[in-house]
T-cell receptor
Framework: DGGITQSPKYLFRKEGQNVTLSCEQN?????MYWYRQDPGQGLRLIYY???????QKGDIAEGYSVSREKKESFPLTVTSAQKNPTAFYLC??????????????FGSGTSLTVV | AQSVAQPEDQVNVAEGNPLTVKCTYS??????LFWYVQYPNRGLQFLLK??????LVKGSYGFEAEFNKSQTSFHLKKPSALVSDSALYFC?????????????FGKGTRLSVIA
């Protein structure tokens, strides 16, 4: 899994419910990211975090929330305020020990469907 | 602001023929460029990156990319395509000295290699 695990792989949610997607990494990397993928739109950044207890909004943060209480975990909550949550969600990690030349390592993704 | 354009939604190529997937970028300063590949219902996998040095970068699975600063391009190439290369390809960029700001991704290009 490249040291980063997303769960569950498939998730179904009823309208009006909050749901939390898990992202865990075991390589002690500093930075973690959440992206949303929709067909034909590429990857859009939701939130990212570079240190524990700190995170920044990305381009499409509305209707989402995150926490970074420990280095290895960066869960994403899709709230009822997100009007179109059906999408594929990707988590990524990278160390910050250099100029960033490692790039990102991605999890295998979570497919969220609102039913 | 950083941006990436992948002008082709779909590229079709016959097996054994050379392939090119196009990418152009816009950043302030020097770019840090990546190519990733995604297979169905999976996360993105790293193919190659460019930071500095030779304009021709070699990566995984026989892929290479050519950095052209004057044309602000970073096209992905392979001399002889395989059916197994069929996948979704993403170009990504950030400014080299941007303090670890998140990567910006293109919308992706679907490569179809026909036997």
């Amino acid at each position: 899994d490249g040291g980063i695990t997303q769960s569950p792989k498939y998730l179904f949610r009823k309208e009006g419910q909050n749901v939390t997607l898990s992202c865990e990494q075991n390589l002690n990397h500093d930075a973690m990211y959440w992206y949303r993928q929709d067909p034909g739109q590429g990857l859009r950044l939701i939130y990212y975090s570079q240190i524990v207890n700190d995170f920044q909004k990305g381009d499409i943060a509305e209707g989402y929330s995150v926490s970074r209480e420990k280095k290895e975990s960066f869960p994403l909550t899709v709230t009822s305020a997100q009007k179109n949550p059906t999408a594929f969600y990707l988590c990524a990690r990278t160390p910050l020990t250099g100029p960033g030349d490692y790039g990102y390592t991605f999890g295998s993704g979570t497919s969220l469907t609102v039913v | 602001a950083q941006s990436v354009a992948q002008p082709e939604d779909q590229v079709n190529v016959a097996e054994g023929n050379p392939l090119t997937v196009k990418c152009t970028y816009s950043v302030s300063g020097n770019p840090y460029l990546f190519w990733y590949v995604q297979y169905p219902n999976r996360g993105l996998q790293f193919l190659l990156k460019y930071i500095t040095g030779d304009n021709l970068v070699k990566g995984s699975y026989g892929f290479e990319a050519e950095f052209n600063k004057s044309q602000t391009s970073f096209h992905l190439k392979k001399p002889s395509a395989l059916v197994s290369d069929s996948a979704l390809y993403f170009c990504a960029v950030r400014a080299l000295n941007s303090g670890n700001t998140p990567l910006v991704f293109g919308k992706g290009t679907r490569l179809s290699v026909i036997a």
